[in-house]
Structures are given as structure tokens and as C-alpha cells.
């Protein structure tokens, strides 16, 4: 039961207010949500932006062609298949989001639950937990990520993966989630440890408080901040990871990717630059706009670390 | 010293079952799903299966999986690392060949990008808030942001396709080599891909370096220094680069041992003939004997990279203590 006090004399600020307060006190922090807010806008009104379909190649028959240069009616030029640059940028975006959300959101998971059993168990459990990160953090990952995301996709037609729509695509996301955890977990274990000590959470063990709720709802609020900017800056990796691997030729055929765009463009840079500039300058505006969100959060969300 | 070489033998042994897992379980995930003979015969027309038996058997395809893993760890211990089924080629010698090309850049890379990053990061260090450190840290988050594989492809388009200065692929001229020299049109190809490289991690260092410079400066001993009469310069790149580097030690080590992992992005940029490419080629082939000697390379750089990293941290910081 919820006790209130029947009064309530001042004013509440609480964390979150006050984090807020901060962050819209800096420029770089609104800078970074209005790139981000621009790549949102773009995912989600991507039919009404976009000026022909993603997959529509009427270009190459109403005599406007293959890299045709940028004009009126193509903003961003055509690419070597009649594709629109501009329209295919747009629906670009939905999966350079979904990427970086879907990989930050789970590898934040996994991080906060090695992190936490960790840091709260202590002893040897911890030892062999932390072992076990930092082993994963020594490898090489995107040469195995895309030898792994290889595998699967050979796998993928022969057996029970055929049936997933965009297989490849959640392939990718699921291994770099397998690689991008270990920073989140070792985070999340130094405060645990550093908040497990603390008076609220000896009161809440007193109280006879079960193991789960000191866990998850005493010690886990207090220990986000530094794991929210870590989730911040792994969705820009992510991205651009997905990129790299889509520009290798490891990406999903059926998904309109920034990389796979590149990929495409790349060899005919020098008779069609805009094929090649424009998608490489969405993925920086991206993973910029997740990396100055990152940067604004870590000072709105700890204002000791900048006296 | 005894300590350290005792710490070393230790880390050796614990390498060796981590090198046997590692290899093991690529070597039968790459059997699990399919073999090369197969998939490269798929292409031949009207080709029986009594041929694809026979390819096979010239391969050593149709012994157990178990079987053919340790006579490849046997093979390899004695440093034959068998023929490449798509190449026909050994792959020790494609190995060397592709590895010196990889490590070249990647070395000369790296190289680079300490260089600039340790100078740019004392540098702001030691102007901490003017306008010279924030004009480096601002520039150092943009360029964090900024993929390294679309600036290698704008550094193509500007200095090769546009300004005509660098080559645009490959590591060296088929014939009429730049200033007749092979060494200096080795070192011309060099240039844009290495600038690429050094690009990767260049942020990072800088960013590492100015954060523990500061602090360090901030001690009694670089006042202590500076009291008894030492110049600015020394104080700095020797007293305090002392003591700030350690950081920047380790995740250079970190970079080292995990070169090869950038490798096959730039590579492809660049169309340059090394592991990175190679093992990409592989990988879709399923070429396995190159990816187990590429995945043998990384494995042995990554143990290596570790070993020293640790040994140079005892050296250049007496404080830490190897366990």
C-alpha cells in the first residue's frame, strides 16, 4: 500500500525532473533528439515521404535511367537499379532503427541480468560471471558476427527459420545482441556492488524485502543512468555495424538497408557520387544523433562527474 | 621479472584447451552446414554423384567430422594448414602472402592513429577548456560518429576519382610502378587505406588520452616537477605521459589483438588483397580450410595481443601488480 503524505508542502522534483531540467539546458542535447526525431519522423511517415515506392523502377523506363543525377522529381538521383535514392533513404531508416532499438533493448537485458546477479551475489559466482564477460569482450566480434550471420542465413532455407518473415535481419540483430552485452554487464555489476551497501537497501533487506524486489526494485533504479547511456551509444554501434554488414553482402536482400545501398553504389562512386554520399550521410546523422544523446544523458543523469 | 614469466606460462597453459574449443567448435559448425564440395560442384552442369563422391574423397571430405578436425589440429601443429578447395592453392602460403598485406595496414594504421591521437589528446589535456580542447574534444565526438567504411569510400571519390593524387585500389601497380620504385608505389597505395584505419580508433584514443592527463595533471607531483625546475615539455611527455598512458596502453593492445576484425571492411573498400577479404570470400564458398586458418591467425593475434599487452603494463607501470 502506498502511504501519502496528506499535505503536500513543497513542490515533488524528483530524478527524473530534474535530469530533464538539465538536459534541455544543453544544446547538445536538444541537437541530438532533433536528429533523432528526424530519423524517427522518417520511419514512421516513410509511405508519405517518400515520393515513388522503394521497389519502384519506373525510372528506368520513363527515360530518366539508371544514376540518373538528383533533379526535381528524384531529390537524391537514381541508383543502378532505377531506384529512387530518396525513397529507398526514407524506408532506410525503418530498419536502422529497428536494428539499433531491438539490439540496445536486448543487449541491455542480458547486460542488467548478468550485472546484477553478479554484483549482488558476489563471491564466486561473480568471479566466474565476470570471467565469462570479459572472455566474450576479447573476441574479434564482427568477424565472427559475420561469419555467424553467414551460417545462419545458409541454414536458414533448409529448416524451421524459412517460415520467419526477414530472417536475415533478425539474425543480425540477434548476434550482435550475443556481442553487445558484456559492456552493459560489467557497468551494471560496479553498481550494483557500489549500491548494495547502501542504507535503502540494508532497510529493505530488514524489512524482510524478497531477493527479486531488492534487486529489481530497490537497487535497479538507482543503478540505470550510466546503463541508459551505455544503451545509447550501443544502438549507434549497432547501426552501424548492421551497415558494415550489409555493405560486406551479408545483409538481408529483402530489407531496404543504408548499407546494402552503399554496397550497391559503391563501385560506380565515381559516375553516380550521390548514390553513395547520401546513404552513408544518414547512417553518420544516426549513429550521431544516438552518440550526442548518449553524451547529453551522461551529464543530465550524473552532474557530479562534470564539477 | 620472475613473477611476470611465471604469470605468462600460466596464461600460456590456460590458452591452449581455449584454443581447442575455439577451433573445434568452428571447424563442426562449418561441417553442420554443408560441405564446399557440394556446394561448389552445384555449379558444374550434369556432374553425377558418383564424381561428387570422388571430389570428396580427393578432399578428405568423407571421413567423420571428428576424424577430420584432429588431422587438421595435427596438420596444423606441424604447420600445414592443407589446400583451399575453391583456390587449389596451400593455404599457408596464402596465409603469408594475405597476412603481410593485412598486417602492413593495419600496423601502419594503428601506428598513425596513437601518433596523432596521443598528440592531439595532450594537447587539449594541457589547454583543458580553451578553445584548442574544445575545438579537438567537439571534433573527436564528431568523428566517432562518422563510418570509417563511407569515409574510406569519400576519400576514394576525392582524392583518386576526383583530384587524381591515390590510387583507388589494390597494394601495388601491375607494371609501371609510381617513380619506378616498388617501395614507394607500395607506400602510395598505403596512403588512403591507412588514413582510413587510423581513422577507426582515432577518436577513441584521443578522448582516453586527454581524460587521464587530466587527472594526472592535476597531482602534486607534476607541481613538484614543475617547482624543481623542469621544463614544461619534459614534465609533460615524460613525467606525466608516464603515468596517463596506461589506459590508452591497454585498449591499444585491445585494437592489436582484434585488428583483424576491421580488416575485411577496409578491405573491401580498398580491394585490398588481405586476410579480411579473403576469409570473406571463404566464408561464402565455405572455403573451410582458409576460415580455420584465418580463425587460427585471429586466435593466436588475440592470445598474443593479450600476453604483451599485460607484459608491457608491468613495465611501463611498476604499480600494477600481475596476479
Known sequence: ?307 | MNRILRHTIRRILFMIPLFMVITMLTFYMIDAIGDPVTMMLAEVPGVSQSQIEMVKKFFGQDLPVSVRYFKWLFNVLHLDFGYSIYKGLPVGSLLVAYGIQTMKLQVAGLAVSVLIGVYLGVKSAVNQYNKKDIAIVSSSLLGRSLPAFWLGLILILVFSYWLGIFPSHGAVSYADYIFGNRVLDELWHMTLPTLMIAFFDLATYTLLLRSSMVDVLREDFILAARASGLSRRTVIWKHAMRNAISPLVSYVGYTFGIMIASAPVTETVFSWPGLGVLFVDAITNLDYPIVMGVVFILVITVFASNLITDIIHAIVDPRIEVE
Not at chain 1, 553482402?249 to 547520401?278: E, Y
Request: hydrophobic share 55%; with cysteine; proline share 6%.
Open chain 1, 1 to 307: 500500500m502506498k502511504r501519502r503524505l496528506p499535505l503536500r508542502i513543497f513542490k515533488e522534483n524528483s530524478f527524473s525532473d530534474l535530469a530533464w531540467q538539465r538536459f534541455k539546458g544543453k544544446k547538445i542535447g536538444l541537437f541530438s533528439l532533433s536528429l533523432l526525431l528526424l530519423i524517427v519522423v522518417m520511419a514512421v511517415f516513410a509511405p508519405t515521404l517518400a515520393l515513388y515506392d522503394p521497389n519502384d523502377q519506373s525510372a528506368l523506363f520513363s527515360g530518366t535511367g539508371v544514376y540518373a543525377a538528383p533533379s526535381f522529381d528524384y531529390p537524391f538521383g537514381t541508383d543502378r537499379f532505377g531506384f529512387d535514392v530518396y525513397s529507398r533513404i526514407v524506408y532506410g531508416s525503418r530498419t536502422a532503427l529497428m536494428v539499433g532499438a531491438i539490439t540496445a533493448v536486448l543487449a541491455t537485458l542480458i547486460g542488467i541480468l548478468v550485472g546484477a546477479l553478479a554484483g549482488y551475489l558476489g563471491g564466486q559466482r561473480d568471479e566466474a560471471l565476470m570471467r565469462f564477460t570479459e572472455a566474450f569482450m576479447l573476441i574479434p566480434s564482427f568477424i565472427v558476427i559475420i561469419f555467424l550471420v553467414r551460417i545462419f542465413t545458409i541454414l536458414s532455407p533448409t529448416s524451421f527459420l524459412r517460415n520467419i518473415p526477414l530472417v536475415t535481419l533478425w539474425i543480425i540483430i540477434f548476434t550482435l545482441t550475443i556481442f553487445d552485452w558484456p559492456p552493459i554487464a560489467r557497468i551494471c555489476r560496479a553498481q550494483f556492488l557500489r549500491i548494495k551497501e547502501q542504507e535503502f537497501v540494508q532497510a529493505a533487506r530488514c524489512l524482510g524485502s524478497s531477493r527479486y524486489r531488492i534487486l529489481f526494485t530497490e537497487i535497479l533504479p538507482s543503478a540505470l543512468p550510466p546503463i541508459v547511456v551505455l544503451a545509447a551509444l550501443e544502438a549507434g554501434s549497432a547501426i552501424l555495424s548492421e551497415a558494415m554488414i550489409s555493405f560486406l553482402g551479408f545483409g538481408d536482400p529483402k530489407v531496404i538497408s543504408w548499407g546494402q545501398m552503399l554496397r550497391f553504389a559503391a563501385p560506380d562512386m565515381r559516375w553516380a557520387p550521390w548514390a553513395s554520399i547520401v546513404p552513408g550521410f544518414f547512417i553518420f546523422v544516426t549513429i550521431l544523433g544516438f552518440n550526442l544523446l548518449a553524451d547529453a544523458l551522461s551529464d543530465a543523469l550524473n552532474p557530479r562527474l562534470k564539477e
